[in-house]
C-alpha cells in the first residue's frame, strides 16, 4: 500500500508538472525563446544567442515600431516567450499594455539601460506643443545609431540571456566578445568615412528625427521635418522650415527612410532644389534579402548612401 502510494503521488507530480506553465528555463537541447520588439533589437539578441536562442520580432522588417498596432498573435507570442528584450527609452509606447494583456511571467530586458543618451531634438518643441503630445520631452530613443550605444546594447542583451538560460551563458559571453571586435571596425570605418566627407557638406535631411545619435557621435547634421516620433505628421510650419534651411545652408541631398512615406521628403526636395540621396534604414532592418539584413550591414548601408550624395565630390 505504501509502494503504490508513492507511485500515485510520483504519477501526480509528474502530470502537475505537465500542466504547469512554459518552463522559465529551455528544456534540453531545446532554444530559448526569445521575443524583440524590433528587427534592430531581433538581429543582436541573434548575434548574441547563437543557436541557443530563437527569436521573434514583434515588429516586422520595414514597418514603422513608434505606431505600431499589435496584432493578437504578439500576445501569444509574449505568452509562451521566456525572455523579451525592448528599447526603451519610450520608444515601443504600447508594449507594457501588450505585456501585461498577455500575463507573460518572461523576464523583461531593457537594452538601452545604461546607455549613453541625449535629448529628444527640440525643435520639435515649440509651435505645436499640445498637452499631452509625445513629442519634445524626454530623451531621444534611437540610440542604435551610435555603435557605443550598441555595447551596452549587446552587454544587456548577453546578461539577460544568461540569466534566462545560465546553462549558456559562456557562450554567450563569447559571442558578446566577437561581436564587440565587429562593433569595433564598423565604428572606425563610420569615423574614417565621414572624415573623407568634406566638413560643409556633412548635413543631411531624413523625415523623423531618427540620426540624433549618429550625428552626435559622428559629426554629422541631421534636420528632419518630423520629430523623434512618426506617431505626429509633420506641420506645414516644419516643412517650410527644412526647406529654407536646406536653400540657406546649401544642404545637398534628403534621404528616403525606408519605414516612411517618401512622399514628404520628395516634396521637401521639388521645393528645396536638393537631390534625393537614396533610401536609408533608421528604425527597422530590410527583409533577409534586401541591403540591410543585420544591425552591421544597416550602418554600413547608411554610410554607403551618405557617402555617396555627400561627397568628396
Ligand atoms: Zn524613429
Known sequence: MGAWRVRAAAGLAALLLLCLPAPAQPARGEPLRAVATFSILADLVRQVGGAHVAVTSLVAPGADAHGYNPAPTDSRT????????????????????????SGTKAPVVVASKGARTIAANPEHEHGHGHAGHDHGAGPDPHAWQSVA?????????????AKADPAHAEDYARNAAAYGGALDRLDAEIRDTIAAVPPDHRRVITTHDAFGYFGASYGLAFLAPQGVSTASEASPRDVARIIRQIRRDKVPAVFLETIADPRLMQQIARESGARIG????????????????????????????????LGPA
Open 78 to 101: 509574449l505568452a509562451e516567450a521566456q525572455v523579451i528584450v525592448v528599447n526603451g527609452l519610450g520608444f515601443e509606447g504600447w508594449i507594457d499594455r501588450l505585456i501585461r494583456a
Open 278 to 309: 537614396g533610401r536609408i534604414y533608421s528604425d527597422s532592418l530590410s527583409g533577409p534579402d534586401g541591403p540591410a539584413p543585420t544591425y552591421l550591414d544597416m550602418m554600413r548601408a547608411n554610410l554607403a548612401a551618405f557617402r555617396a550624395a
Open 149 to 161: 550605444n550598441v555595447r551596452v546594447y549587446v552587454a544587456n542583451i548577453r546578461d539577460g540571456l
